[in-house]
């Protein structure tokens, strides 16, 4: 079966892989980390702020396919320092709405660029 790839404006790739692929009715998107593509580099700030432009990119990619956050189904958070998992929950909390999607939180040693956090997600169409 042929991939469907999309890309969206306001994520950044950085390596060579697709925003996102769809395969049937389910759209595997990529991690995002907090890369404000406005100007090419990590957002500043605390885990909240990296957590919330993570969001903003990985909204872009399921709007280039037609799609939001109710289609998402199944949610990994990779993050640098456990510490941070309360703040990044407060943030995640705010993304979606009740029944939220499944989800992994998962520490790591280090991501690309030195970010704090890398999101991806599997949404589903129709």
């Known amino acids: 079966m042929p991939r469907k790839a999309f890309t969206a404006e306001g994520a950044v790739s950085v390596g060579p892989y697709s925003h996102a692929v769809e395969t049937g009715?389910?759209?595997?998107?990529?991690?995002?980390?907090?890369?404000?593509?406005?100007?090419?580099?990590?957002?500043?700030?605390?885990?909240?702020?990296?957590t919330k432009q993570c969001f903003v990119n990985l909204f872009a990619v399921l709007k280039a396919a037609g799609l939001g956050p109710d289609d998402v189904i199944k949610v990994n958070v990779f993050l640098t320092d456990m510490a941070n998992f309360g703040a990044m929950n407060e943030v995640y909390k705010t993304q979606f709405s009740e029944p939220y999607p499944a989800r992994t939180t998962i520490g790591v040693a280090a991501l690309p660029l030195n970010a704090q956090v890398e999101i991806e997600m599997i949404a589903q169409k129709g």
């Open 25 to 50: 009715n389910l759209l595997y998107l990529s991690g995002q980390t907090p890369i404000d593509a406005a100007i090419g580099k990590l957002v500043e700030g605390d885990i909240s702020a990296q």
